[in-house]
């Protein structure tokens, strides 16, 4: 792809902003490379058949100074979280970092390792496993804990324990109450719609350099291998609660509804190790992240890290996290989460504050300023989340998506709303000559305004496409975001180059065997084409047989109802088979084989099957 050259009005922004932060700090740099021990040569892992599921080689250009086409604080950070290979944290705790989005760490117990978030593909985490291994001696898995729900800290899992070492307890597999149900939910229920925008977050389709995708702030991107999923045989359910797994005690915290709606802390006294989960990075992490999820609550995060502090600073020589390098030393530890607690603090309650002044969330969003103590701290910078989208978030969450204003109470939708701007403004041809003079003035948040005005009514306009990519492309190397640079370049390059779809399906066949029931039930109502099933009522009784339940699924008014309950006479048909047969069936298996016994009508079964409609993994983002 042909990129652009930046702009002036960017240079200019860049030169301000090395004038401004203390570039001369080094500390990150020296923790981040502290303990290394060796990396892979290639740094490239692959599946079994071949395919490259991670690379770690196409971010070599991140060295000295930062280019002008990227931002120089993105550029520092794109730096230090590139740094891949093992990490000794303490004598006996040591991370791989930098083989995928998130870390794994190998605590070394009595007579094996207990393995902290496995990343998120199979391969990768088996080459982190590899690495360790290669470095310290074969080890056998004893235990594995998850941190908390999201794919990044468990979807690898297969690498280091199986299905059946956790059925059978030869591993313990340790999560905080509520993993599993959270874990499925986030990656089934809006998985095709988050899978999709995540394609955008992570430029996982994007050429990586100085002009494309440099890394996300938490980590580089995501990996493309296979995503696996155990199930817990030790879950966490209360702040204090001990256990000793191999000689090793771990003391645990509760962190729920923080960066995960499932999270916890724990710590290692043997090692005075405190393991952070993901709640205080190197970075403002997000309230709501821009692939989407359920907004986040900054007021319980941030009591979270109180509670953390006052239990674990002054016991503690180092605090690790499932991200970035950690942080030694007892009162280090105190300051950087002190600082990551302020953060969210701050941000919550200054936006209350405002809000109740009657200020919109966009309003708030440009107000907000860090006091000089954050802003200078490298950690609270908007890598991964911002100030910007963060705040809006806080206000959604107490708010809504309503401004109050009756006048947005019922706008048109996009396209329509395009159309009668760009009429209103003279065409198209002139809402493009407007846009080119803000484009040249530097105002690109303007002039992607009137372009997306311009797309959305006619897509086809070449002259509105090719300057909404180069404005697009001016707004990502600007970006101190990593995502938000993912996000500017991923829309011009589908201007470019066309739809790049979703590279990375979290809802892999591991997840979907872990659906109950009751989950899978209501991921079939999300499918339900409401519309197609008004007239259509309809009454299945479902027996499964492995799990000894039976289960009424009554179709009514385009609402698909469950309930478990006893089988009746009254049922249009019933269907009898495991629930391994029952996810293959919705899944879009075959009713006639082996497996599945229909009695009654099995007419019904066809009618519900066919009002089924599946989700888009390549619909339009940047157009109509």
């Known amino acids: 792809m042909q990129h652009k050259p930046v702009t002036p009005a960017i240079e200019q922004a860049h030169r301000a902003l090395l004038e401004s932060l203390p570039f001369d700090d080094t500390a ?79 605590v070394e117990s009595d007579n094996g390792v207990i393995v902290i978030d496995p990343l998120i593909s199979t391969e990768t985490a088996a080459a982190a496993y590899a690495l360790y291994q290669e470095h310290r001696g074969e080890r056998p898995v004893v235990a594995v804990i998850f941190t908390h729900s999201h794919v990044d800290h468990f979807g690898g899992v297969f690498a280091v324990a199986s299905t059946e070492d956790a059925a059978s307890g030869k591993v313990t597999v340790i999560a905080p109450e509520g993993f599993l149900e959270h874990a499925v939910e986030e990656n089934v229920y809006a998985g095709v719609a988050m899978a999709r925008r995540a394609a955008y977050m992570y430029g996982a389709a994007l050429e ?11 980590g580089q991107t995501t990996s493309t291998g296979e995503v696996g999923i155990v199930v817990p045989n030790l879950d966490i359910t209360t702040t204090g609660e001990t ?38 990075t190197h970075t403002l992490h997000n309230l709501l992240t821009l692939r989407g ?128 701007h760009v009429e209103a403004m003279g065409g ?22 009137l372009l997306d005005y311009a797309i959305f009514t006619d897509d086809g306009h070449a002259g509105a496409r090719d300057l909404q990519a180069d404005t697009l492309e001016q707004l990502a190397y600007g970006s101190e975001n990593g995502t938000w640079r993912d996000f500017f370049l991923s829309g011009a390059t589908e201007l470019r180059e066309g739809n790049f779809g979703t590279p990375t399906v979290t809802s892999a066949p591991a997840v979907l065997a872990q659906l109950s029931p009751q989950q899978l039930f209501d991921s079939l109502a999300l499918s339900i084409d409401g519309p197609k099933a008004w ?47 029952l996810i293959q069936l919705a899944a879009g298996g075959d009713t006639t084989s082996p497996g599945v016994e229909i009695t009654g009508d099995p007419g019904t079964l066809q009618a519900l099957l066919g009002v089924l409609d599946p989700g888009d993994t390549t619909f339009n983002i940047i157009t109509p």
Not at 43 to 51: C, Q
């Open 243 to 280: 256990h000793v797994i191999d000689g090793i005690e771990i003391e645990f915290q509760m962190a729920p509804g923080t960066e995960a709606p499932a999270e916890m802390h724990f710590y290692f006294p043997k090692y005075r190790a405190l393991c952070m989960a993901e709640n205080a």
């Open 535 to 581: 007239d259509l009522t309809l009454a299945i009784d479902v027996t499964v047989t492995d799990l000894d339940a039976n289960y009424r699924l009554s179709l009514h008014n385009g609402v698909l109802i469950h309930e478990q309950r006893a089988a009746a006479d009254d049922a249009d048909t019933t269907l009898t088979l495991t629930k391994a047969r």
């Open 208 to 218: 990586r350099g100085p002009q494309g995708q440099v890394g996300a702030g938490l």
């Open 293 to 420: 999820a359920l907004v986040r609550d900054p007021h319980v995060w941030s009591q979270y890290l109180t509670e953390a502090i006052a239990d674990f600073g002054d016991r503690s020589d180092v605090a690790f996290t499932s991200h970035h390098w950690p942080t030694w030393g007892s009162e280090e530890i105190v300051e950087f989460l002190s600082t990551q607690r302020d953060l969210y603090a701050y941000l919550h309650d200054q936006t209350l504050r405002l809000l109740n002044k009657g200020y919109t969330g966009a309003e708030i969003a440009e107000m907000i300023e860090l006091p000089p103590a954050l802003e200078n701290s490298w950690n609270t910078h908007g890598y991964y989340g911002s100030i910007s989208h963060n705040v809006k978030a806080i206000y959604q969450r107490y708010m809504g998506w309503f401004d109050g204003n009756p006048a947005r109470l019922w706008q048109h939708t996009p396209s329509e709303g395009a159309k009668r």
């Open 428 to 449: 198209l041809d002139r809402v493009v000559e407007l846009a080119k003079a803000a484009f040249d003035e530097g105002d690109f948040r303007w002039a992607a305004t």
């Open 28 to 106: 990150d740099f020296e923790n981040a490379d502290r303990g290394f021990l060796g990396t892979i040569d290639p740094g490239v892992i692959t599946a079994a058949d071949g395919s490259v599921v991670w690379n770690a080689d196409t971010y070599a250009f991140l060295e000295g100074d930062a280019p002008t086409s990227v931002n120089p604080s993105l550029w520092r950070q794109s730096t230090l979280v590139a740094k891949h290979g093992l990490f000794e944290v303490v004598e006996g705790i040591y991370q791989v970092r930098g083989f995928d989005l998130s870390n794994i760490t190998f």
